[in-house]
């Protein structure tokens, strides 16, 4: 055991450090905070910082150089991650592609497909949306019904007919992925492929969806005869759900929630707290006194999934896979993200409330509806709850 | 980086699982209830002769020489076994007050008393000035109290218990009754402060190891109980109340266990920040612990609230090293005066 990075990685995270302190939009350069990536201006900003990153190569570290990374270890991913989040840096628009599809594209993808893809998708030129859920399919998420159909034209083409919905960032994504019914008779998980489609394809209409902060951050989108080429299924034909379980695992472990968003988070929490116990104005002076068990039980716990992570990252980087523990950790950082945000908002008092002039939510009030929907997506908690029940406990089926 | 335990330290834990099933089963541990000493000598010889006991004496006094890295698995395995013995209080907290006791006291210290412990000849009991009863006194050889600011070592012969009877049945509190005196004095003043608070930090990342181990133990038991136990026609595991309660449970248990790992590696390294690591074990494994005892017990159902089921010789072990060396909402508190005042 031994908890000290090696002289290259602290090398490595100093680069880091000096870059994102130099380059990384913030209020105090008059370049940041961007406006909310889920208006079209700001969608458009959060791309061109996307390309900024690409240019320098440190959009995507951990992948391969021909595909704009730095073939940078886990390690490493972690470590930039920490100092993107020490930076405040803005939130990843590409972030479905780069940290859910990606993964997938480098373990079932053909290599045209690699070359296709990944680039765009690195420099932000191509911004991914995920399509699985439909109004009839959440947390049972293969009885979905979109289908799939082969041309009968043309044999290396397929006809996409259906309904996704609650697609974040589809209200602007150039791109979507998502899983079709291509066989109606097989059983229900075996039926499915996993289709990449371009948003402008013809038959393809999105309507934008308002979410509790009143701005388009996710979409419904509707397939009408879309055509897609052969070329556009990622894994075999009928093994769909095989290949976005994969996606599935990315999303609810490591690489979407890297710790340093919840111990960035935490320690501007242990700010807070300060600040709160030395108000002097406060009319409610016991506040502070009275959060303070819970700002604790925020840092340890963010410390905790810090921790976990780091030991879950030496099993990977010594071989081992992630199996069903990926569900603790999503209920995990899910509910630290909870604590931190509804503890600071208790902090706040009578002020959390309070949009600002332009009608915006502070940054904690803006985490706190952001965290309120950690439980619900990649799989609501209940359904997480099953599966370590029975994977990991060795429960019985319900 | 690398977080994770070396091939000799899980084989170790192996030896050590492997031997506890074979040596302590439940009802071995109720004879360690019915025992004047709570826990076993014989067993106690045999986990030294293992070089457990011994794992942090010096290999010159017959000991292995190893850390508390090489100790946090072990206490994890006797938690989960529910072993009785004064690991925690004789390997964790004992000895290496004995190895770093200066001057001609310590040699002498160190003479009396580490390789009796290597052999399991001695067991050790500590007892800081804050605490009234203190743990393991019966049946300790050496006694190490806290008073007035001096860290004394003395001799079972050299004191007087009055026994405490408490609820866990393997655990004999007993108030102490001594006289200090030149002999008995180990450190005074600043050295003693530095010498306790190392003291309550191991105490803290040690008890935590136990408590996830006991936190485990706990939630198999309700686990393997639910698959079997059978209401309106299948078993109640495979309702979602049962499966979420359980799942809460063993969610606390998996993110206390890798914050206990780093606490035993901050604190054989001398990391300034051991004692901040330390509180944040001691936090998450008693809050782990106490969540596992109830969700434990509501799975078993009326059957885990008798005596005849085994189930409480881990619960209250749970709630017993839950609270001692400061419970959750200690720790936590110590944990934010600690960042609060870093900052400032």
């Not at chain 1, 701005?215 to 397939?223: R, Y």
Request: with cysteine; glycine share 10%; charged share 20%.
């Amino acid at each position: 055991m031994d908890l000290r990075f090696t002289p290259e990685q602290d090398r490595f995270r100093a680069e880091a450090r000096g870059w994102l302190e130099a380059n990384a939009p913030s209020a105090s350069k008059g370049t940041g905070p961007l406006p909310s990536l889920d208006t079209a201006a700001g969608f458009e900003a959060h791309r061109a910082w996307e390309r900024t990153m690409f240019e320098a190569g440190w959009s995507v570290v951990s992948w391969p150089v021909e595909y704009g990374g730095r073939g940078a270890g886990l390690w490493e991913w972690l470590i930039f991650e920490e100092e993107y989040y020490r930076a405040g840096a803005p939130t990843r628009v590409g972030q479905n592609g780069i940290f859910l599809l990606a993964p997938t594209l480098f373990e079932f993808g053909t290599a045209e497909q690699r070359a296709r893809y990944l680039l765009p998708m690195a420099s932000g030129e191509e911004v991914w949306c995920q399509g699985w859920s439909e109004p009839d399919a959440g947390s049972d998420l293969a009885a979905i019904r979109s289908r799939a159909t082969r041309s009968p034209a043309q044999s290396d083409t397929w006809v996409l007919n259906g309904q996704k919905t609650w697609c974040s960032r589809g209200a602007f994504a150039h791109w979507i992925f998502g899983l079709f019914r291509s066989d109606p008779v097989a059983e229900r998980h075996r039926g499915l492929t996993y289709f990449l489609v371009p948003m402008n394809s013809p038959g393809v209409t999105v309507r934008p969806i308002a979410q509790l902060d009143g701005e388009t951050g996710f979409a419904e989108v509707f397939f009408e005869d879309v055509e897609v080429p052969a070329a556009q299924v990622l894994g075999q034909v009928g093994e769909g759900w095989r290949v976005a379980m994969a996606t599935a695992g990315s999303e609810r472990g490591l690489s979407l929630r890297s710790p340093a968003r919840y111990t960035e988070a935490a320690a501007r929490l242990v700010e807070l707290y300060r600040r709160t116990a030395r108000a002097d104005g406060d009319r409610d002076r016991g506040r502070a006194v009275r959060c303070a068990d819970n700002v604790a039980r925020a840092v340890i716990d963010a410390e905790a999934y810090r921790l976990h992570t780091y030991w879950t990252a030496t099993r990977l980087v010594a071989g081992a896979g992630v199996g069903p523990e990926a569900s603790m950790n999503k209920l995990f950082w899910s509910e630290t993200d909870l604590l931190v945000h509804t503890t600071a908002l208790a902090l706040l008092g009578s002020e959390a409330e309070m949009l600002d002039q332009e009608g915006r939510p502070s940054p904690w009030l803006d985490g706190f509806l952001f965290a309120l929907a950690g439980p619900i997506y990649a799989g609501t908690n209940e359904i997480q709850r099953n599966v370590v029940a029975e994977r990991v406990l060795g429960l019985p089926r319900g | 980086m690398q977080f994770g335990f070396d091939e000799h330290q899980l084989e170790f834990r192996a030896q050590l699982r492997a031997f506890a099933e074979k040596e302590c089963p439940p009802g071995a541990l109720r004879e360690a209830w019915a025992s004047p000493l709570g826990w076993s000598r014989p067993r106690y010889e045999a986990l030294a002769e293992m070089g457990v006991v011994g794992l942090t004496v010096p290999e010159e006094h017959g000991g292995m020489g190893l850390g508390l890295v090489d100790l946090v698995g072990l206490l994890e395995e006797a938690g989960r076994a529910g072993l009785p013995e004064p690991l925690v209080e004789t390997t964790a907290l004992g000895v290496p007050v004995l190895v770093q006791a200066p001057g001609a006291q310590g040699e002498v210290l160190r003479a009396r008393w580490l390789e009796a412990v290597a052999t399991g000849a001695a067991a050790i009991a500590v007892g800081t000035a804050s605490m009234p009863a203190v743990p393991g006194a019966q049946g300790a050889d050496l006694l190490l109290l806290e008073r007035e600011g001096e860290l004394h070592a003395v001799p079972a012969a050299g004191v007087v218990l009055t026994p405490r009877p408490v609820l866990d049945g393997s655990r004999r509190l007993a108030k102490v009754d001594w006289e200090p005196s030149p002999a008995t004095l180990v450190v005074s003043g600043f050295e003693a402060e530095g010498f306790v608070t190392a003291l309550e930090d191991r105490a803290a990342m040690g008890t935590g190891a136990v408590l996830v181990g006991v936190a485990d133990r706990l939630i198999s038991m309700a686990a393997l109980y639910a698959g079997q136990r059978s209401q309106f026609g299948k078993p109640i595991g495979s309702f979602q109340a049962v499966k979420h309660h359980l799942v809460n449970a063993l969610v606390r248990v998996e993110f206390a266990r890798p914050v206990v790992y780093r606490a035993a590696w901050s604190l054989s390294e001398g990391d300034p920040d051991a004692r901040l690591h330390a509180s944040m074990a001691k936090a998450m494994a008693s809050e782990a612990a106490t969540v596992a005892a109830r969700t434990a017990l509501q799975v078993h159902g009326a059957i885990g609230y008798t005596w005849e089921h085994d189930l409480h010789l881990w619960m209250k072990r749970a709630w017993a090293l839950a609270a001692a060396w400061g419970d959750a909402a200690a720790h936590r508190a110590r944990v934010l005066e600690i960042l609060v005042g870093r900052r400032a």
